[in-house]
Each structure stands twice: as structure tokens, then as C-alpha cells.
């Protein structure tokens, strides 16, 4: 089975959708900012401090290379960074969730936020935030409304990857 890769930005819910996808069955969830953590035995914050934002991308695109290599029959959840800045396209099929930022800011608390160092400064964030869209809408093949509940886009997904399967 091929692999169901989300992107999108920070806060988005790749990992709560791919969980919910995962309980669905037939795919386990690979999430790229839990696997570099664990790797490396840190957390996001403290490779970013360590290493710098140039490092943790040096991480991310090993990561990808592995993934492809390795990985099939799995939902991988990526950092809000990982398809702007490596071609994710050989990875699987690549799903866009689409939240509005108001949104984003409503769901994230400042614990979140603080986790994550590229979501300290609201206004940088929302910077980013607007120049990324373009990105995810062009790496993605197909975007799907974030907006929707938990279970909806979970369904969304995998019959999109069924009619595919079935070459529909
Ligand atoms: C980043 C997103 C984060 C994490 C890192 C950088 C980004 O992941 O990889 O803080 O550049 O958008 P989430 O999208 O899971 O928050």
C-alpha cells in the first residue's frame, strides 16, 4: 500500500489525523518530528538551539531519504517544515491540510506554541504562515478542508486511497 503522507502548517493536526487514520487500520503512523526526537534525544526545541534551524533541515532531509527507502503501507505525519524545503513527492500521496491561521492560534495554547520555535512570534508565524500556502497547495495532491472534524477527514483520505487503488 502506498504510503499517506500530510503536510501543512504548524498546528494543522497532521499528527491527530494521522492517529485517526492509523485507527482505522491497515497503516501505522510514523510522525517525522517524533522519530527525529527520539532519535536524537531531544525535542524540537532543543535541536534547535543546538544545532540551528539549518541542522534540524539537514535531519529532516536524512529522514526523508530513510522514509523512502523503507517505509510503505504507513500514514506519516510530517513537520509543518519537511515539504517546503525536500521533494516529498516518492514518499506516497501527498495530502494538504488546509486550516485557516485564526484557527491554528485558537488550537494552540502557549505550551504548543512554545515547543514549537518557529511559532514564538505570532506575527512571524503568520508571515510564514501566508508564504508557505502557496507551497503546500503546489507539493500537495490533494488538499483537503482541515476545518472539517477529526473522523471526516480521516474518511476523506482513505477513500480518496481506495478509489485510487481501485483506479477509479
Ligand atoms: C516546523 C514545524 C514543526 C517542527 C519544527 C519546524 C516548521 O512541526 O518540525 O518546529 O518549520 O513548520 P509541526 O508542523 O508538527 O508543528
Known amino acids: 500500500m502506498e504510503n499517506i503522507v500530510l503536510i501543512g502548517f504548524m498546528g494543522c493536526g497532521k499528527t ?26 531531544k525535542s524540537i526545541k532543543e535541536i534547535f538551539q ?11 532531509s536524512q529522514l526523508i531519504l530513510w522514509l523512502g527507502a523503507n517505509v510503505k503501507n504507513a500514514v506519516i505525519a510530517t513537520g509543518g517544515g519537511m515539504a517546503v524545503y525536500n521533494d516529498i513527492s516518492y514518499l506516497g500521496k501527498v495530502f494538504w491540510l488546509d486550516v ?11 505550551i504548543q506554541r512554545d515547543k514549537r520555535p518557529l511559532f514564538h512570534n505570532i506575527p512571524q508565524a503568520k508571515q510564514l504562515y501566508n508564504e508557505r500556502k502557496k507551497i503546500y497547495e503546489k507539493k500537495a495532491q490533494y488538499r483537503v478542508n482541515g476545518s ?3 473522523a471526516e477527514i480521516a474518511r476523506q483520505i482513505v477513500e480518496y486511497m481506495e478509489r ?3 483506479g477509479l
Open 16 to 41: 491527530t489525523i494521522g492517529r485517526e487514520i492509523a485507527s482505522l487500520g491497515g497503516r501505522f503512523l510514523l510522525d517525522t518530528d517524533q522519530i527525529i526526537e527520539q532519535n536524537m534525544g
Open 100 to 110: 485557516r491561521f485564526d484557527s491554528i492560534l485558537e488550537r494552540l495554547d502557549s
Open 50 to 60: 543546538s544545532v540551528g534551524e539549518s541542522g534540524f533541515r539537514r535531519i529532516e
Open 148 to 150: 472539517a472534524s477529526i
Open 164 to 166: 485510487e487503488s481501485n
